[in-house]
């Protein structure tokens, strides 16, 4: 069985509509390939139940759960509190993280503020995750694992993460994309659906050249079928004189 | 009070990677615009018992819940099934909706489907929200609004139905951006968010010409305290030696 996942977005920035997520597509993609199954995802405020309700609720549910922003060292950085009242942990100031930040500003004197230093702060018994960017870590702490909101660390910490992460046999998929309307294709697409139970078929629309088209997906651990169905998915397609603009394994 | 609101996105694709969600950034612009508080969004699989749960759950705490995704023609739209089945509702052919699409296709016999027929079911006692694009439309059922997941199409669904939606004061927001670092100024923001408690104060790090920078965002249905808050900000700033990079009002 693949393990599965949730991400947990904690950001006005994104509910305000001033900053476009660009966390969940890259933590998507990462986790197909490591044959983890990303279950959900939610964006919620930083409001401190709101954050307490859904860590909650998550690491409940699945077995992974990935939280982004909010580990900064500003008045509005509020995760590690709400983490630490989730789980019912004391907050301490995480001695690992302390030194990694003593050592980064050690040239620069006074700008180990108060401030900065509150990005040593984990729950107790947190495990660091490390990020060799700007030193302030992220941390784990049983099946949730916090990291920060910008894209760039971020994407540092979730590697580091990896290695906390079980993966299993990759998820493959196949997108076929033709120049034929969904409604067209609709029940021979149900019938390929029926016939490979172990794949998951959707169906896309999106508009090519000013006309609507469809990209058809295939999506399954198992490539034999997943090329079975695609393969089928082509000769539906050419038998109602559709024409594949693409057809891509990932 | 302002009206509170929540999206639910429906679509493996967002949580496979494959396609970047642009339907939340647009909502959440259009309801602040509105004065309506954005205040949370979900992304959840093709999955009948978690669109079920997660429709429940947001329909009860918040006053609008909009829903992306999963109402065309295809085996893998499901969401007028579930959304029927959350609110324990028959789910009908809308003779309405079914009209609409009559009159879409009456030039091309045939195309009008069992499969693009599916397109005209609502729960019962929905009223539709009109879509002029494509004829199909998306409805309304409490405070549910179930609405396409093609942006193009969301976005004439979701500005037909705004008439549906009680509006407050505006919440505005002043963006002030610097080249300063968030740690440095961590103390004296705080003190400025302490002062002005009836506004909401992001720090947001970005990277301008290769160094770390932040904006500065004040939000709130208060102009001039907005506006007081910022101005504290921007002296700040220069107290600092600071660069005002950007300073915007929307």
Known sequence: MNKTASL????NEILSGKTQDKNLNYIAKKLANM???????????????????AVNELRKKFDYVFTTGGIGPTHDDITTECISKAFGLKMICHPEAKKKLEEYYKDRPGTLNEARLRMADTPEGATLIENPLTSAPGYKIENVFVLAGIPSIMQVMFDYASQFLEGGVKISSRSVSCNLIEGDIAAP????????PNTEIGSYPFIHQGKYAVTLVVRTTDISAMNNAADEIVDMIKAKNGII????SE
């Open 8 to 11: 947990l977005i904690i950001g």
């Open 35 to 53: 044959g983890i199954v990303f279950s959900e995802a939610r964006v919620v405020p930083d409001i401190e139940k709101e954050i307490i309700f």
């Open 189 to 196: 697409l149900t019938d390929i659906q029926n016939k490979y």
């Open 245 to 248: 603009i693409e057809d891509i």
